[in-house]
Every structure is written in C-alpha cells, then in structure tokens.
C-alpha cells in the first residue's frame, strides 16, 4: 500500500507539491492525473526516493522512503518515462544487473529472470542487445527488469507513451495481469484518458500542486458530469494550455531523437 | 561487493562490445605520434634532445588515458536521464559503492587504452629501455586512470546536461594535456608555464611514465608517485561526496 501525508515539495520559491495526501490500497490500480506541470513527477520522484520531500510523510509498504531508503527501494518496481536500459548489454544481461543490485539470489535471479521474460514475451531475445528493441520491447523489458524482486509496488510514468495500440494493449493485460495474480500495486500517470479509464479502479488529480479530486473513474465522471475521464479531466483543470519551460530533461530527450535519427 | 563487482563488470563489457570505438579513439594518440613525432624528430634531434619518438610516446600514452578517463566519468551526464544511471540510484544500493564500481570500470578501460597505445608505438620506433620498471609504468598509467575517472565523475555530478561539457574540454581538459609536459620537455620554457606546468597533475604522471619507460624522471618518480596518490584519494572522496548528491 502507500500512504501519503502532506507531503509538500518546494523548490526555492516554487511549490511543486503543495500538502497532498491520499492513500492507495494493497492491490490497487491507481492512476495520478494531471496537466503538464501539475507535480505528478516531482511526487513519484519523492515517492521513489529520487527527491526529498520539504515536508510531509510518505509510507510505502510501511516504510518511510526518507528514514528507511533501502527497504522502501526494496518494495517498490519502477518503469521510468526514458528508457533506463543499458543499451549496449543484452536483455539477459540488463535483467542479470538488476537482480545483483537488488541482492536477489543467483538461483533465484536464472528462475525469476526466465519467468519474467518468458511473461513479456522477450525470452527469444534474451541475448540481443537492447540497442536493436524497438520502444514497446524496451518497455516491456524494462516492466520484467522491474519486478524481479517482487516487489509490493510497482511504478510507471507514462508507461505507454508513444506506443502503438497493440503494444499499450498488451503492457496493459501484462500489468492487469501480475494485479490479478500477485495482488501488486500498481501506480501510474498518464496522459492517455481512455487507458486510464479502463484500468484504474482508483484515480487522484492533480492540479498546479494540489489534489482536486479523487474517487473512481465512475465517480469522477458523475462529480463532473461528464460522458468521459477526458471530458472530467477537462472539467477538472481547465481547458487552458500550461506554460513549461524546457528544462534539461527535454533538451536531453531531444538529443537523443535527434541521435537516432 | 557484487554491486562494484557488477558495474566494473558493466564498464568493461560496454568497452569491449564495441570495437569501431575501440579502433576509432586510437586514432588520435596515433596520429600526434606519427605526425608529431616523425614532424618535430628531426629539429628536437638537432636541438640536442635526442630521439624524440623516445620522448613523445610517454606523453601520447598519457593523453590517451586522460580522454578515455574523463569521457567515461562523464558518460554520467547522459546515463543519469538515459541510462542505467537512474536504475541505479533507485536500487537499495549505496551511492558510493555504486561510484566505486563505475570509477575502477573506467579506469580499468582507460588503463586498457593506455596499454594498447604503448604496444602500438612500437611501430613508431618507440624502445622500452628498462624492463624491469615495466611493473612501475603500469601503476603509473592506473593512478593516471584512476584520477580523471574520478575528476570526470565529480564533473559529471554537477552538470546536468551536456552543453558544459564543451566548455570542461576546452578550458580544462586541452590545457591540461598541453601544459603537462607531454609534447615538449619542460626545461628552459618562460616562469609562468614552469609554474603551470608544477600546478598541472597531469604533468607528473608524464614525468613518471617517461621515467619508467624511458629514463628522465624531472620531478623524481616518488614525488610523482607521491602527489598523484594524494590527488587520486582527494578527487575520489569529492567524487563520491558530488556523486551522491546527484539528484535525478
């Protein structure tokens, strides 16, 4: 489960996080919504022991990210919005690296790492350097690589962008599956309304750092009236377009499009 | 100790995987040494300081783990957004056990490429005079290793993208490449570049490479032995302290 308290994240003058606080179940599918800009990532990076919280409490798995770093980390799976493959080690190779650093054991590293490769469907790939996967096989190893510890949680940021529909399709059975069957957690943003509408079961929005509402996808469509999530969300936020400014991040990430060109 | 294990191992599994970069970072320390050495042999000969393939290949030696050392710490910049890097630090490993393996991985490479430039100016002309400080020479090269893998891993840890890289190159890296005393000897030359040259670390690992290779240590191999350890620990320990501070 994770549980968040006021959690508050400042940086200089900016409030990015501003005192939220919600509390997801063990088992759940929820989804984090909200408009570029909202704090969704600075949550998850606070959430994933990436940054540290102004203020506020966070538990997952009954563990304080800040206080008790190693277990929490222990708990969790994350899937990141840029690929964290090593690009020139094989499938093998980069599921091997994440079961030595997450201290599970060689015999239960061949098992789990087969297991797991065989559910995404990349066994026959195992020895080929990630370099040659197309994104919706980095995804899905990078999903495998996430659950070798087996852990309570698992996080994913934009799990299916720029993904083909047969590909979000079958990361999403992947996912409802391993929900079904190990009663994982699973936590997700994304952008794309009608995903979120027919996986989560619960859904928190998040707006210029505040939350400004919560419940189920039904629920939020009756709150707002709306035949959609899309039309909800809108509702929710506002129609207007959010300024951002490139940070360095998005300079990087158009490097790297440019790279594999 | 399997997580140092495991992303020394990484390191050197990137570095032999790709043999076009291999043959391809060879090509300039080659090129200094056949162009400058057959280039200025003649006039140095004349000048009164003997072979200057003799002199040089110490020098290009050293420039070939410099680069190799530092753009495998700074390798960081990318890996942090795109990389294995950001695996890393969300694993319930400790940050310095996790700069330690990716420190003694680039070091090692960068040893490696040492290795390979000393075999290959053989060919230029270059003769080993001593073997028996060969074992000497090698810990030379590994402390040069170690030092700018870890400079370039604390370098690494302030930047976050790659536009200051450009700037690390050309005020750092160049000048201290051609202020050490790699591509001319340092005696005779104006105050002000004695002076930098002193100040300049690299400058002692030429002087204990060309000591051990070819004999003609200036500064006096336990001096450089002696400054180069002491800057290896201080830039490891401010490499560790910047690396985990990195903030993703």
Known sequence: MIEVKNLT????????????SFFVPDGDIFAFLGPNGAGKTTTIKMLTTLLHPTSGKMLLDGRDPVTDQHEARRSFGIVFQDPSLDDE??????????????KVSRDIRRKRIEQLLKFVELWDRKDDLVRHFSGGMKRRLEIARGLIHHPKILF???????LDPQTRNHIWSHIKNLNDEEKMTVFFTTHYMDEAERVAKQIAVIDRGKIVARGSPQELKDQTRSPSLEDAFLALTGRTIREDEASAIDRLRLRRRMRSR | MSTIYILWLRQLKRYFRSRARIIGSLGQPLLFLVALGFGFGPIFERAGGGNYIQFLAPGIIAMSILFTALFSGIEIIWDRQF???????????????????????????????????????????FRLMNIALLPMALLFVVLIALLFTALGTAIASILEDMQGFQLIMNFLVMPIFFLSGALFPLQGLPKALILAARLDILSYGVDGLRGTLVNGANFGLATDFFFLSAVVIVLLAIGSYLFSKIQV
């Open chain 2, 83 to 125: 990389g294995f890097l950001k695996e890393t630090l969300v694993a319930p490993v400790s940050r310095f056990q996790i700069m330690i393996g990716r420190t003694l991985g680039g070091a090692t490479v960068a040893s490696l490429q040492g290795i390979i430039v000393f075999f290959i100016s053989f060919l230029a002309g």
């Open chain 1, 89 to 102: 080690l094989t499938a093998y190779e980069n599921m091997e690296f994440h079961g030595v650093l997450y």
């Open chain 1, 156 to 162: 994913l940021d934009e799990p299916t962008l720029g």
């Open chain 1, 9 to 20: 994240k400042k940086f200089g003058d900016f409030t990015a996080v501003d005192g939220i």
